[in-house]
């Protein structure tokens, strides 16, 4: 994946020193109005910039490994690895500043990835994933196994939320997002990482603006303890 200038939109105070990486789909882009308002009221300050990156491919890539089709016909592609790569040796030089901080955010696939790059780069100094894909197969025993191997100095703060209805499909794969969440948290708890799980009302298709807005200002909250 290239970045280009024209798939790049800054939101809030681009002279802040907490800079949020956002990958974003169209549907994300027609809420960030909403989104922006809500981290301003939620935080009461203006210390912070969102940086959203469009996506080309939702389905190749957010995601880290190969995976048949949850819905539709579209398989799940590898391709985050180099979403990823473009986004540290790429996007985050020319954003570089003495004392900045970046952290990563998304919803849904974008929110798998997000925690994702904080166990593949430490260019990222936290992660809010709001409604993330945690039901995507295999990502469970993934993250155990990346979390054992970390040290202290790789647990980032990281905020997970989810619909409290989103477990409630007929889709078998994305049924299980509610016990994956639930593990998620017990996984980072289980290594004393800082972290949170919030619950939110609705299903997977409600306030994805308020729920991404919610998780960036826990990130900028922790970041001030």
Known sequence: ?????????????????????????????????????????????????VVTVKVDDWFQDLTPWEAPPVFGKTPFGSEASDTLKALTDELLPKLEKPGRRFYIAGYSLAGLFALWSIYESDAFCGAAAASPSVWYPGWIEYSEKKEAALDGDRKVPVYLSLGDREEK?????????????????????DSDRQNTLEWNKGNHFVDSDKRTAKGIAWILASAKQ
């Open 169 to 189: 499909t007929k889709n078998q794969v994305m049924s299980k997002v509610g016990s994956c969440i639930k593990r998620q948290a017990e996984i980072f708890e």
């Open 1 to 49: 994946m290239r970045i280009s200038d024209d798939k790049i939109e800054f939101f809030g105070n681009k002279d802040s020193l907490n800079y949020f990486i956002q990958m974003t789909d169209e549907n994300d882009m027609e809420v960030m109005d909403g989104e922006v308002e809500a981290v301003r009221c939620l935080t009461g300050s203006d210390d912070w910039c």
